[in-house]
């Protein structure tokens, strides 16, 4: 039973690892608790500012409004993402993949200069930013799913005679769909680290990341910690959210991962 | 001794040389499979593939199915031949592939669709299901099937949505021996639906399918008149066997005559030697 969670690739019932991570994380926050560190703030302070940034700050309504922009910078790059991976099947489009992959390495703090002169309003310039670097990002992740595609593959839809755009339709649409998913889920943390430096930038939007900023600047470390707890939960259960979705749509996905 | 006659080809090999990378694995082959007719029989043609692992086999096979153009030659079907497309030939590759994001049922579906109207193809994939004991199964995905399974689903696959042509690479292989009495079947059924079916069995098990064929391919090296072996396999003149002509085609019951014995010997020797 519980030398099992010493047993390489041994599978406790889940009953027991919950139980075992939960007092992994009791025992974490009695350490916290017990041995404050010098500096870093208290448990106690920690809850107390949390409570102060729920009810005079709208911690909440900040930490909707940053989580609504992100999830809508995502659908877009997504698209837009697809898109441009898709495109490289004809190698004409095939260098935009390329640009597009290789532009992860532009720096915000340069684009936003250009965008703040393209676009007019800041959520506009905001929104664009994110969608900017959650694309390039996307693009690399989603044209190096699509070149696992194989020759058997391939050649597999091909003699059940469909045609050349049909086999990709099968094959790499259809076939890795539940693998884009994937793709998105481990890019959107970039969104999610992005956005609280993109609106530190643009502070007449508010959002999570400009709480996180006053709170720096005022040296409120326990707030700071508080915020930065948040951050971290939304990002996990987003995580979790993703995970579910694939369980749900692909249930083909996870069948041949090792149990 | 039954009665045959040869008509137009249904598929042509001319001057098959393959090369990968200055790598010769086929050299000049060149190969015809006529329509053969027998009275009052739809009687179509099959053909057994032997050769050593790693010959070539499944790399011809891949080029008569157009899915590899070969380095010289070409691979003519239909009638008035042309060369071969993607699709014309059916294909079950040797890993058996199936599409893993869609269920058993589903798989067979997308395939007998591309032949068949809803209704039809729904009645047809049923059918295959029955016959390869895959029904209980129909909801899997092809990663829950087992082995001998996902290599009946894939035949399956194949035989919804070929045309007259189709191309079994190792189709015995890691079935039971139901299963393949089974297969075999099916492959006697398929080639006595209608008179151009044409189906090619490569295969290790020379007893199995050379009791189905009527004709035989051994592809290996060729020796030169200096007793040196030449680069690449080729399928020559002798090791082209014609097994109506022999006697030794469409009976029951053949395993046990000694003449099928004797050529069973005779080609494994065939086999070792290259
Ligand atoms: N794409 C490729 N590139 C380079 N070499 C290849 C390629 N495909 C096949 N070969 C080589 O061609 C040779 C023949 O391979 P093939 O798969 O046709 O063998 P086979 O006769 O089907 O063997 P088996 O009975 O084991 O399936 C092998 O030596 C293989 O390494
Ligand atoms: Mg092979």
Redesign the interface.
Known sequence: MLKDLFVPNAKPRPGVFLTMVACQVAFLLLLWLFYPLQLFPTLGEVVASFKDLVTTQGLIQELWASLTTALGALGIATVLALLISYLTALPFFRPIAYAASKMRYLTLTGLTFFMALMVSSGHQVKLSVLIFGATVYLVTGMTSVILTTTQ??M????????SEWRSFY??VV??K??EMLEVVRQNFAIIWTMITLVETLYQSEGGIGLLLYKQNRYLHLAGVVAIQLIILATGALQDYVFEFLRRTF???SE??AAK | MTDFSYKEPILTLRDISMQFGGEVILRDISLDVLNVVRPGLSQGQVVGFYGRSGIGKSVLCRIIAGLLPPTTGTVLVADPPRPVCPGDVGFVQQRYPLFDHRTLLDNLLVAAGRKHAPAEAKARAEDFLTRFDLAPHRRKYPAQLSGGQRQRAAIAQQLLCSEHLIILDEPFSGLDIAMIDEVKKIILEVTTLDELNTVVIVSHDLATTTALSDTLWLLGPERDAAGQCLAGATISKQHQYNLAQMGLAWQPGIQARPEFVQLIEHLKDEIRKT
């Open positions: 058997e593959e050649d597999h839809a091909r003699t059940l005679g469909m099968e094959v259809l076939g769909l539940d692909f249930p083909y069948l041949r």
